[in-house]
Every structure is written in structure tokens, then in C-alpha cells.
């Protein structure tokens, strides 16, 4: 067989984007990720070469001066930018999500407020949805929108905002009274626009700093606090409240779909360091590939990246075929997170002591892997989506 994660049937266009990504990850990005992610610096130089590639408007309509590549070709280049720094596919997933947003559930004139600005990285986007005393129970939010004279005042507290500070547009979450009968048709969508930087960022709207993780690094998570922020009716995502729950369950749909994307990339480089120290480390005489138990090892790494990759492919192309896909989104994250964890540990004991050391590049792939495990969404709430979806399916009647 070929190195693994070949997608078949890719066009030509697509085959050209990611070899151009391929290189940039090896020349650009592989080099140097380790020293930043320990240094916990923001990928400046990076993120201006993925602009340069066009990867912030790789999903972005050709009219709105994007690529219009599918969520396969995104999905495909996620990949690939994971394996050479998982955080720096943090930066492009919450941008994209907010374009995303904004391309199906967008009115006409924010469309053209904001894609243009988002395809160059202009404007560079980030969503909101948890809070401090919540995480997956999104209908338990308490940041309100209140109706005024001249529009809304936001008052609330959101946590977990990845690119919080350096984002200049926020697809934010909040409480509405629309009189409806439906917590979930209480809630709406607000685009509030504001300063990258941190502290004060607009009016009523507060960056505290960034949160100290022990992994992900050089991708800023933040806070978002607002008091008494005042917006127009105009910033409603759409233009209609109480649609707000509906249209990011859409945008984590793809979410997951991404950090599924995210999890295989970081899997496949485990398995290429692995594979690559197992054959220069000597034991016994010989390298350590030829023992028995270190081939088996490799091997169950090598088809738990496929099985991954294939799940991921899957999802992607159903959300393009313009099916629902919450449940194949929900198994290929949950896979693709849980094998990423494992095939990550066992490159880890592969390099024995060495991999303990910060010399190595797996012990950074050893504390990534722990965050896919909970980025969008849990392991748990995926069982609870595809549980609850097969249940259904096979009811006996």
C-alpha cells in the first residue's frame, strides 16, 4: 500500500492545494513548531504564509474572493497543517466556522460585510458559546441580550473562545426573550465586531488575557466578558432572532468534522516519528523494529490513522453531499480523537525515556492529543448523539 491517509478520488485542484500545504507544513512549519509551542508563541510568520496560500478563504465563495473548495479540501489541508502543529489548525477552525456561519445562515448584506475581509484574514473570526459554568449544556447560558431603543445591550461572561485575542469578529451565543415556547428558540446569534488585542476590545467587551493550557500552545484561548455591550438589530447572524441554538449546532457540526480532521493529522505524525525512531534504535543487536512486539505496536498504530483518516473522509463528504451529518460527524470525531490518544501513547513508549524528554517532538504530540479528546464536544456526548441516533434507527416495532 501507499503512505497512509491517500484520499481517493481527489480532483486535480484539490491534489495541487495540498501538496502546496505539504510543503509549507515541512518547510514552515515542522521546523520550528516545538521551539514555539514551548516558548507558547503566537505563530505570526505561519499564520501570514497560510494567508498567503489562501487557506482562510479556502471555503469562502469564488464571489466573495474565496477558493469555494469543499469541506473535504478543508478537511484534507486541516490534516495535513495538524500533523505539522495541531494548534495552528486552531487558528484556521474557528475562523472558518464563523465563515461557515456566515455563508449559510448569513443575511446577503453581512455576506458581503464580512467574507471578503475573511478570505485575505482581514477579519479574523472566533466563536463563542460556553461558559465558565457550563460546557456541553449549552442551553444552561446565561449571557442575555436585551432589547433597547437603538438595539441589544449584551451582558454575560463566555469561556473557551480559541484565537479570543486575536480575532476581530465574535459569532457569540446569547439568551433572547423571544417569547418562545423552546429554550432552543431562545437563542440567537450576535456578530459582534471588535479590536484583536486584549483588555478593553470595543465597548462593553473585555479580553482578560490568555488562559495557561498545558497543551495547545501559541494559539490564544481566552475569556470574553461583556457588560452592557450595545449592538444593532443588524449584527443578528441571519437577521431574525431565536435562531441562534440551530445555527451553531450547524457550525459545530463541521466543527467536529475538523477536529476529527485534526486528531488524524496529529495521529499520522506520531506513527511517522515512531516508525522512523523504531528503525534507528538498536536493541539487542538490531533495531528495535524487528522485535516482535514493536512491529505489532506500529501496526495497530498504522490502522487505527487509517481507520481515523477513512471515518473523517466520510463525514466530510457526506456534510457536501448537503446531508445532515451530526451523527457520522459525532463517530469520526469520537474515533479519530480516542485512536489519535492511543497511537500518540504508544509512539510515546516507543521512544521510551527519550520520549519524556522536551528534545523529542512527541512529548508536544503527547499533550495535543489530550485536548481532541475534549474539543468540541467530549467522547461522552458523541456516544450520547450516536446512541440516541441508532436507537432510533434499529427500535424494534
Known amino acids: 500500500m501507499a503512505r497512509l491517509c491517500q484520499t481517493e478520488g481527489l480532483t486535480e485542484d484539490q491534489s495541487e492545494i495540498l501538496k502546496a500545504v505539504r510543503s509549507f507544513v515541512e518547510s514552515e512549519i515542522l521546523p520550528v513548531a ?35 473548495e469543499s469541506l473535504l479540501t478543508y478537511a484534507l489541508v486541516v490534516e495535513e497543517i495538524a500533523r505539522g502543529w495541531m494548534s495552528v489548525s ?79 469578529l465574535v459569532a457569540l451565543l446569547v439568551k433572547t426573550d423571544e417569547g418562545a415556547d423552546s429554550v432552543y428558540r431562545n437563542m440567537t446569534t450576535f456578530l459582534v465586531e471588535k479590536e484583536a488585542g486584549f483588555g478593553e476590545t470595543a465597548q462593553g467587551v473585555t479580553v482578560p488575557g490568555k488562559i495557561e493550557k498545558m497543551g ?29 441554538f440551530y445555527q451553531m449546532m450547524d457550525g459545530v457540526e463541521v466543527g467536529r468534522v ?23 534504535r538498536e536493541t539487542f543487536g538490531k533495531p528495535i523494529v524487528e522485535h516482535q512486539a514493536i512491529l505489532f505496536r506500529l501496526a495497530e498504530m498504522a490502522t487505527k490513522v487509517e481507520a481515523a483518516h477513512a471515518m473523517m473522509v466520510r463525514s466530510a463528504r457526506s456534510k457536501d453531499g448537503g446531508q445532515r451529518n451530526d451523527v457520522e460527524a459525532g463517530m469520526a470525531k469520537y474515533l479519530a480523537a480516542e485512536y489519535c490518544n492511543e497511537v500518540v501513547e504508544a509512539s510515546f513508549r516507543i521512544h521510551g525515556g527519550y520520549g519524556y524528554s522536551k528534545e523529542y517532538e512527541i512529548e508536544r504530540l503527547y499533550r495535543e492529543a489530550a485536548f481532541l479528546l475534549i474539543g468540541e464536544g467530549t467522547a461522552d456526548i458523541q456516544k450520547m448523539i450516536i446512541g440516541r441516533a441508532v436507537l432510533k434507527d434499529y427500535r424494534l416495532r
Open 34 to 68: 516545538t521551539e514555539l509551542e514551548h516558548a507558547d508563541e503566537y505563530p505570526t510568520d505561519i499564520v501570514e504564509g497560510l494567508k498567503e496560500l489562501g487557506v482562510f478563504g479556502l471555503m469562502i465563495p469564488e464571489e466573495y474572493g474565496g477558493l469555494g
Open 90 to 168: 486552531g487558528v484556521i477552525n474557528t475562523h472558518f466556522i464563523v465563515a461557515y456561519l456566515l455563508m449559510h445562515h448569513g443575511t446577503e448584506e453581512q455576506k458581503q460585510k464580512y467574507l471578503p475581509r475573511m478570505a485575505t484574514g482581514e477579519v479574523r473570526g472566533s466563536f463563542s458559546m460556553s461558559e465558565p459554568g457550563l460546557g456541553s449544556d449549552v442551553a444552561a447560558i446565561k449571557t442575555k441580550a436585551v432589547r433597547t431603543d437603538e438595539g441589544y445591550e449584551i451582558t454575560g461572561q463566555k469561556m473557551w473562545l480559541t484565537n479570543g485575542g486575536s480575532s476581530t
Open 216 to 244: 495547545y500552545k501559541g494559539v490564544d484561548t481566552t475569556e470574553l466578558v461583556l457588560e452592557g455591550h450595545r449592538i444593532s438589530a443588524d449584527q443578528i447572524l441571519g437577521g431574525a432572532p431565536g435562531q441562534g
Open 258 to 280: 475538523n477536529v476529527a480532521a485534526r486528531a488524524t493529522g496529529v495521529a499520522n505524525r506520531a506513527f511517522e516519528l515512531a516508525i522512523a525512531y523504531a528503525q534507528q
